[in-house]
């Protein structure tokens, strides 16, 4: 899988629009490499507002100083079950399956993670398998784990021949264990989802892939296609959505994707509220305001979209540092306090426990 790796092999209008500071930014390698597939560049305008570019592009505020950035922000390590597994959810597993990305998005709340896995491989989208021993050996040992979710990085960075290998040593522990497969490609790169990658899907039944779409445009002809190809083979297609700031922070270009979403027969199924990773802090909306966005958004999507599925995706928030994931509405939160790092917000999850999420 090609990647562009150097603002010169941009398309040209793009490449002329990256500012000086931009290219400093991109020659000290700081952090999460630049990478991203021709596909993706290529649905980018060269304004530096564009909500694609935006995605893609580093820019220098990946630096700025954040003092509630956690290198790991959803608290996996508190639920590492193996090297490659995390189980925090009792009837769900996590399995990291790749190191690798086609594409390092800016907001990713693994980029901590990646920029190491990255900075030990040259070729990003190279990833090697895993034996997965522990892995499969933990999976073996614990049945109330009914499924599996295959992410990364980006699983569809792995061949077809390993990721047929890695279903069938899933499936050979835990027989019939629903895969729900993670990714980004279909929209980064949508030649991946071809018709062979979905027969090995259909072959795996049942399996689930959730997409990451985060604006219309996002949704090409090939993307589209790809993905209708995938639905009409039977493949159930969730959409993962973030809520990004100057990106898709707005009730009616949000309704217009998960419409287009719904069109392609695609279940909206999370909007998700910013992770608190380092360099990311310029892309958070303030939680009040994603409830505001939310409820503007509840009027004008509303009902049911596909047969036992809502067409309003639920908007959602994984509790900063392993507090699990909690549905947002304009009740949840249950006070605020100022901190050593400044007035955070108090929530509460499923136990009544207390989590912190900043006032920005």
């Known amino acids: 899988m090609k990647l562009i790796t150097s603002i010169e092999d941009l398309p040209p209008l793009l490449a002329a629009s990256v500012t000086p500071e ?9 952090g999460l490499p630049f990478a991203v597939t021709p596909h993706f560049a290529a649905l980018a305008r060269p304004e530096k ?32 079950a193996a090297p490659h597994l995390v189980h925090q959810y009792q009837d769900r597993a996590l399995l ?8 390092y998005c800016r907001h ?15 070729e990003p989208v190279e990833a ?7 892995e499969l050996a933990y999976l073996a040992a614990h ?16 061949d077809n ?23 980004r490609i279909p929209i980064t790169e949508p030649s991946r989802l071809d018709g062979e990658t979905i027969a090995l899907f259909v072959r795996f039944h049942p399996l689930r892939l959730a ?3 985060n604006h219309p445009r996002e949704l090409s002809a090939a993307a589209s296609a790809a993905l209708a190809a995938g639905v009409d083979a039977g493949i159930p297609v969730l959409v993962q959505t973030v809520l990004l700031r100057g990106i898709n922070d707005n009730a009616a270009l949000l309704a217009g994707l998960f419409r287009d979403c719904l069109d392609l027969r695609l279940s909206p199924y999370y909007l998700f509220q910013m992770d608190l990773a380092p360099g990311t802090a310029h892309f958070r909306v303030p939680l009040k305001q994603g409830l505001a966005i939310y409820r503007e958004l509840s009027g004008l999507i509303s009902g049911q979209g596909l047969p036992g599925r809502p067409a309003l995706p639920a908007y959602a928030v994984d509790l900063p540092g392993g507090g699990g994931k909690i549905r947002l509405h304009d009740n949840v939160i249950a006070g605020e306090k100022m901190t050593d790092n400044g007035p955070v917000y108090i929530l509460k999850d499923h136990s009544g426990g207390e989590w912190q999420y900043p006032v920005f």
């Open 22 to 30: 931009e290219k400093q930014y991109i020659a000290a390698q700081t």
């Open 49 to 80: 507002d564009d909500p694609i570019r935006r995605q893609f592009l580093p820019d220098p505020r990946e630096l700025l100083p954040d003092p509630f950035a956690l290198d790991d922000p959803l608290g996996e390590h508190r639920y590492r």
């Open 96 to 103: 990291l399956a790749a190191h690798a990305c086609a594409g």
């Open 108 to 122: 990713c709340f693994r980029r901590v993670w990646l920029a190491s896995s990255a900075a030990s491989a040259p």
């Open 128 to 134: 090697s398998m895993a034996d997965f021993q522990p």
């Open 143 to 158: 049945p109330e784990i009914g499924e599996v979710l295959v992410s990364g990085g980006d699983p569809l960075t792995l």
């Open 161 to 183: 021949t390993a990721l047929e290998d890695l279903f069938r040593r899933i499936r050979d522990v835990r027989p019939g264990v629903l895969l729900r497969v993670c990714t």
């Open 211 to 213: 997409v990451h779409i």
